[in-house]
């Protein structure tokens, strides 16, 4: 499917290559490239941000053959994967720590269900009207600047929270998850920028999984420790101590975390790490216009396709864990622990699907078909989730609990990596960001759709309406067409071989690893 031999129309909509290809000698990009027809992309090997694009390559053979075409990784770039992936943890564990024991919070703060359920929902509202500011902050000012923010939010968060252990107190622990939730807005869209900016093209759908492993990591937590720290007691004293202990320890992490990102984390590697990401720098110019870039994306059927096809998945998930706690102890009463743990096993599964899923997919480069097969299991697996739940066996509904969590969160990395790939060289914040905006209105939707069935009809008619949806997605993703343009990029073509071979002054892109840290 990726074509040996792509030009530049293949790679990016009409508008960004013609300004890449009418750029002034003066336009200011991180690599020197020589833009030829063919797309050859050849980036020095000490990087400077004052380095210009030359549009007319093919008539200064000279000064293009003269440049090292190096592409270096750095061992920084593990590091930073990992302490991103440990906030998104914190964060998403704050998400879910009050849907994972809803009556024990109903209680506490004498509250409705559904107003225990907006404090998970209040992350899907925010989402929405500050994903395009926030996207905007990360083309701003860059990779650092939106990890430090969110993080710090994140920490000042889970330190309002504790400011509300009296019933009456509840607005407060609202302001706090509410606090959190903007947090969440800087964290989502991360992934696959991190992935691209900072790993090799062999190793980019592996980072991914590795970045959004942290998130679902922290629900998987989030579903498995609130139930143990905060037993369900009558006593409004005695509950409240044992609420202060979970978010004193959530408190204390999130702290930690925020040190390790100022100390860690950095805007980008010295070095491009992939040919992909060095042509990325050629066709950005300075002049480009960010809503232009929103127009192109919408612009993108087959972008469009997949924002619609990710927010029915991953909103279906988002329902899901919201109101588990509430659909197994209607069948299971008293079990609280265990409506927890079979949380826990959904998430579980889920990040083994994700990694798997990004070993495969730098492996095989078939997004198409992966997501599509991943996106039919998930529902075969919501279909016989929904008729065992209500069978009265526990350790059924866990075996098919997480059976469903592994190819319903594992499909979360797909679709940002398929994203990067239909949109190449957009923004992967503003691709990431869209996908993400989708899973917030579907999430909405489908959470107080949902509630208000089970509250009326019972657990599997509000399943079965997830169902319908999931067999909606799994239909539009057939017709989304593999368009791999970031492959394409990374392609050796035949004419820049070829003049490599007759200058024999130039190589080809050879990967490296940074001597330093």
């Known amino acids: 499917m990726v074509n040996e031999n792509p030009n530049l129309e293949e790679l990016s909509d009409p508008p ?23 797309v050859s992309a050849h980036p020095s090997s000490s990087v400077h941000p004052s380095t210009s694009a030359q549009p007319g390559g093919l008539n200064h053979p000279s000064s293009s053959c003269q440049e090292l075409s190096v592409i270096k990784l750095s061992k920084r770039r593990w590091a930073v994967v990992l302490v991103f992936s440990c906030y998104s943890m914190c964060n998403a564990f704050q998400w879910i720590q009050y849907s994972s024991i809803n009556n024990i919070f109903m209680h506490f703060y004498g509250v409705s269900a559904f107003a225990i359920d907006w404090l998970s929902m209040c992350y899907m509202l925010t989402y929405i009207p500050l994903l395009l500011p926030v996207a905007w902050l990360l083309e701003k000012f860059g990779l650092r600047t939106i990890a430090l923010t969110g993080s710090a939010l994140n920490c000042l968060g889970a330190w309002v929270k504790l ?35 900072w790993f090799g093209a062999n190793e980019v759908s592996t980072a991914c999984s590795v970045a959004v492993f942290g998130n679902q990591l922290g629900i998987a937590i989030g579903f498995l420790v609130p139930p143990i720290l905060v037993p369900n007691i009558k006593d409004q004293d005695q509950l409240a101590y044992h609420i202060s202990i979970m ?26 790490p992939s040919r992909a990401q060095s042509l ?28 619609i096809t990710y927010g029915l998945n991953a909103g279906a998930f988002y329902a899901l864990s919201t109101l588990l706690n509430r659909m197994v102890i209607l069948h299971y009463p008293g079990e609280e622990v265990n409506a927890g743990r079979i949380g826990l096993t959904i998430v579980i599964a889920g990040m083994l699907g994700a990694v798997i899923s990004g070993i495969w997919l730098d492996k095989s480069k078939t997004y198409k078909e992966t997501t599509l097969v991943v996106y039919i299991m998930t529902l075969v697996g919501m279909v016989v989730y929904t008729f065992t739940l209500s069978l009265g066996h526990l350790w059924v509904v866990f075996l098919t609990a997480g059976t469903l969590g592994f190819f319903m969160t594992g499909y979360l990395p797909l679709g940002f990596e398929f994203a990067v790939e239909l949109t190449y060289p957009e923004s992967e914040g503003m691709s990431s960001g869209l996908l993400n905006v989708s899973a917030q209105v579907f999430g909405i939707i489908f959470t107080i759709s949902q509630g208000q069935i089970i509250d009326s009809y019972g657990t599997m008619p509000g399943n079965i309406f997830l169902c319908v949806f999931l067999s909606l997605g799994a239909a539009l993703t057939a017709f989304i067409r593999a368009d791999l343009r970031r492959q394409k990029a990374n392609k050796e073509v035949p004419e820049t071989r070829v003049q490599e071979e007759e200058n024999n002054t130039s190589k080809a892109p050879t990967i490296l690893s940074e001597d330093h840290f």
């Open 247 to 272: 978010f004193y320890i959530i408190g204390g992490v999130a702290t930690l975390l925020f040190i390790l990102v100022i100390i860690v984390f950095k805007e980008k590697p010295k070095h491009p």
């Open 16 to 38: 960004v290559l013609e300004k890449a290809l009418q750029a002034e000698p003066s336009v200011s990009v991180h690599p020197i490239v020589s833009i030829h027809p063919s």
């Open 280 to 307: 990325s720098y050629a066709l950005a110019s300075s002049d480009a216009s960010y809503f232009s870039s929103i127009v192109r994306l919408f612009k993108n059927l087959n972008f469009v396709l997949l924002v």
């Open 163 to 197: 400011g509300s252990l009296k019933p009456h107190l509840f607005p407060v622990t609202v302001l706090g998850q509410v606090i959190c939730s903007v947090a969440q807005v800087f964290i989502l869209g991360m992934p696959s920028r991190i992935a691209s900016v």
